[in-house]
């Protein structure tokens, strides 16, 4: 019993260490709208809920543009494809973290 404990808290403390090491570079800092109203999550939580809901947005995006393009017999340009589905991804991701409680930042 005592070895399991040890063997989860060994594993727990070796992601802990290992999750400092992701890369944030490209990551949008997330600010508080309102300092007397709290966002509703912690910023982490709130960033990968808020990618999760653009992730789904990219692949509606592309669907959508997929079903008027065999609708309008027209051929699928890739390019136009992908710069709409990211756009509608960022949308998302944009309304979502504000609908948190934040304002994302690029440092671009």
């Known amino acids: 019993m005592l070895r399991n404990i040890v063997r989860v808290m060994a594993f727990g403390a070796s992601v802990m260490a290992l999750a400092g090491c992701v890369d944030h570079a490209n990551g949008p800092m997330l600010f508080p709208v309102n300092t007397l109203d709290p966002p509703l999550n912690p910023p982490g939580i709130a960033h990968n809920i808020c990618v999760a809901d653009g992730n789904s947005m990219y692949d509606e995006a592309r669907r959508q ?42 440092d671009q």
């Open 65 to 106: 543009y997929q079903a008027r393009a065999q609708m309008s017999r027209y051929a699928v340009d890739p390019a136009n494809e992908e710069a709409q589905a990211r756009a509608a991804a960022r949308r998302q991701y944009v309304a979502c973290i504000s609908s948190q409680g934040y304002r994302a930042v690029y």
